[in-house]
């Protein structure tokens, strides 16, 4: 469906450029400005000390700002239809109460890799985390947050981030859609909203983030085809120590959108999809989900039975070397 809306709006010249849901994208930002500042806000402040922290209280940081990204990816318009859905308060107040709905929590593992690398890095040598973005809006800004943290805890080095080539999914993020929200922080009257845009665009500009498109990612292939249809894909992800995958679709297009049993391991429904370490981090909203504990999804089921779908449940999937 997305593919026919573009095919018709590049056919129809002066508006051959046009997102259809750009208004929607931008006022999911606007509408979550208390947010932004809130986490603007506590970015910059732990910047100031990052140096300082001990080895656990890193950790405890990596985990807070991976379940604001986790928590950010409920901020999807593919899911309510078009209708505004933002982030209207701040969300770093409710991660305690929200850890209970924490399905698969790799977290650990992220950190022992991450911190390892860190480790063991070379003077000159560069630890590259890639990010596969979902939604814009605030959501992007948990992602951004994320890569922020990500270079200044020295965890990584260098993030890539992969976004869509044309307008998708309603809320999905574009090249545009990228600039912009940086654009838009650099010029707001929050002196630490600003201090983000300004810091952003400067890793832009030297090429610390690295922001990359693909058509694969709008295809209909599952991942495991990538290697066959988009081999160039393929080997840049290859090179990268990490790759998050961000959202709901993409943990589809990982899994293969079948009906897998919840208890079939993550690697195995990955069915030979292993270019790099990765991690899914996802809220569910499709009726797939693996890696479960023997009894938890039934019991979920029994209790929510339409648990799959709301939202209401995230994960922090991983897989990793053998």
Same mark, same amino acid.
């Given at each position: 469906?997305?593919?026919?809306?573009?095919?018709?709006?590049?056919? @129809?010249? $002066?508006?051959?450029?046009?997102?259809?849901?750009?208004?929607?994208?931008?006022?999911?930002?606007?509408?979550?400005?208390?947010?932004?500042?809130? %986490?603007?806000?506590?970015?910059?402040?732990?910047?100031? &000390?990052?140096?300082?922290?001990?080895?656990?209280?890193?950790?405890?940081?990596?985990?807070?700002?991976?379940?604001?990204?986790?928590?950010?990816?409920?901020?999807?318009?593919?899911?309510?239809?078009?209708?505004?859905? +933002?982030?209207?308060?701040?969300?770093?107040?409710?991660?305690?109460?929200?850890?209970?709905?924490?399905?698969?929590?790799?977290?650990?593992?992220?950190?022992?890799? %991450?911190?390892?690398?860190?480790?063991?890095?070379?003077?000159?040598?560069?630890?590259?985390?890639?990010?596969?973005?979902?939604?814009?809006?605030?959501?992007?800004?948990?992602?951004?947050?994320?890569?922020?943290?990500?270079? @200044? +805890?020295?965890?990584?080095?260098?993030?890539?981030?992969?976004?869509?080539?044309? $307008?998708?999914?309603?809320?999905?993020? &574009?090249?545009?859609?990228?600039?912009?929200?940086?654009?838009?922080?650099?010029?707001?009257?929050?002196?630490?909203? @600003?201090?983000?845009?300004?810091?952003?665009?400067?890793?832009?500009?030297? !090429?610390?983030?690295?922001?990359?498109?693909?058509?694969?990612?709008?295809? =209909?292939?599952?991942?495991?085809?990538? +290697?066959?249809?988009? =081999?160039?894909?393929?080997?840049?992800?290859?090179?990268?120590?990490?790759?998050?995958?961000?959202?709901?679709?993409?943990?589809?297009?990982?899994?293969?959108?079948?009906?897998?049993?919840?208890?079939?391991?993550?690697?195995?429904?990955?069915?030979?999809?292993? $270019?790099?370490?990765?991690?899914?981090?996802?809220?569910?909203?499709?009726?797939?989900?693996?890696?479960?504990?023997?009894?938890?999804?039934?019991?979920?089921?029994?209790?929510?039975?339409?648990?799959?779908? &709301?939202?209401?449940? !995230?994960?922090?999937?991983?897989?990793? $070397?053998?």
């Amino acid at each position: 469906m997305y593919r026919r809306i573009h095919e018709a709006i590049i056919q @129809s010249p $002066p508006i051959d450029d046009f997102d259809i849901f750009k208004e929607l994208k931008d006022q999911n930002f606007f509408e979550s400005q208390e947010s932004v500042i809130a %986490l603007c806000t506590h970015l910059q402040e732990l910047r100031k &000390t990052i140096e300082d922290l001990d080895e656990n209280q890193l950790k405890n940081e990596f985990f807070k700002i991976l379940q604001i990204s986790l928590w950010g990816n409920k901020c999807d318009l593919s899911l309510s239809g078009g209708e505004h859905i +933002s982030q209207k308060t701040n969300i770093m107040n409710s991660l305690e109460d929200l850890k209970p709905f924490i399905l698969v929590n790799d977290m650990d593992r992220l950190w022992s890799l %991450l911190s390892n690398y860190k480790k063991t890095r070379q003077k000159e040598s560069v630890t590259r985390v890639d990010i596969v973005l979902d939604n814009s809006g605030f959501e992007l800004i948990t992602d951004l947050v994320l890569a922020e943290f990500l270079l @200044s +805890s020295q965890l990584a080095t260098k993030i890539h981030f992969y976004g869509k080539t044309i $307008p998708w999914f309603v809320s999905d993020t &574009t090249l545009h859609d990228f600039n912009w929200i940086i654009k838009q922080l650099k010029h707001s009257n929050n002196k630490w909203v @600003s201090q983000c845009g300004v810091d952003w665009e400067d890793h832009i500009k030297t !090429g610390r983030w690295v922001y990359l498109d693909h058509i694969f990612w709008t295809l =209909p292939h599952d991942f495991s085809t990538m +290697s066959q249809v988009a =081999p160039d894909l393929h080997a840049a992800l290859q090179k990268a120590h990490l790759i998050f995958f961000k959202g709901d679709l993409n943990y589809r297009k990982l899994t293969g959108d079948r009906r897998w049993e919840f208890t079939i391991p993550f690697r195995e429904a990955l069915s030979g999809f292993h $270019p790099a370490p990765l991690c899914s981090i996802r809220t569910l909203k499709a009726e797939v989900q693996v890696g479960l504990q023997p009894g938890q999804g039934e019991q979920l089921t029994a209790s929510e039975p339409n648990w799959l779908t &709301t939202g209401k449940y !995230g994960v922090f999937q991983f897989d990793g $070397p053998l």
